[in-house]
């Protein structure tokens, strides 16, 4: 079964975005940019909202060839890796990316039993509305030292705990990480 994994820069206060939705506190350093590149690598297929998607799709197929060489980089990993892109709204997605519309919760879950490697979901909304049931089977949070004061949260009310294990913790120039595992 696919393991999948949820990571995500968040701040002090648990906000993986501001007020306004930008998450220009939470720019990436060289090292931890590198690091996501190579984690990004590991990944067989990469879980998108459509904000999330947007973000990335007007951004990292752009990326000028003045660009540092580890943007240069992701901007190919981006492009090149397997994507599905959760959206009611969109009606087609490019760049190595499929379009699901129907129900995120099953879809998840055939991509789950139908192999063996590691997905990652990203986009706060289609993240929380997997959380309830089960679904993820690591966090990885990119502490941020910034208090935001609301914004959207990285994890949604719940009903019942979810109990984790600290797996690793690194600690970088800008931010701490913390690999939880489910239990």
Known sequence: MRKLIYTFGVSLD?????????????????????????????????????????LMAAHWPYVPASASRIERDFAKLWTEKPKVVFSRTLTEVRWNSRLVSD???????????????T?????????????PHGLIDEYQLFLSPVVL??????????????????????????VVMLRYLTV
């Open 119 to 131: 997905m990652e979901v990203g986009g706060a909304n289609l993240a929380t509305s997997l959380i």
């Open 149 to 174: 004061g609301g914004g959207t949260p990285m994890f949604p009310p719940l009903d019942n705990h979810i109990r984790l294990r600290l797996a690793e913790t690194r600690h970088f120039d800008t």
């Open 14 to 54: 648990g906000f993986v975005n501001d007020r306004d939705g930008s998450i220009d506190w939470a720019e990436p350093d060289e090292e931890l940019h590198q690091f996501h590149n190579d984690r990004y690598r590991e990944i067989e297929i990469s879980l998108h909202g459509r904000r999330l998607y947007e």
């Open 103 to 117: 129900n995120a919760v099953e879809e998840v879950r055939r991509l789950k039993a139908d192999g063996d490697g």
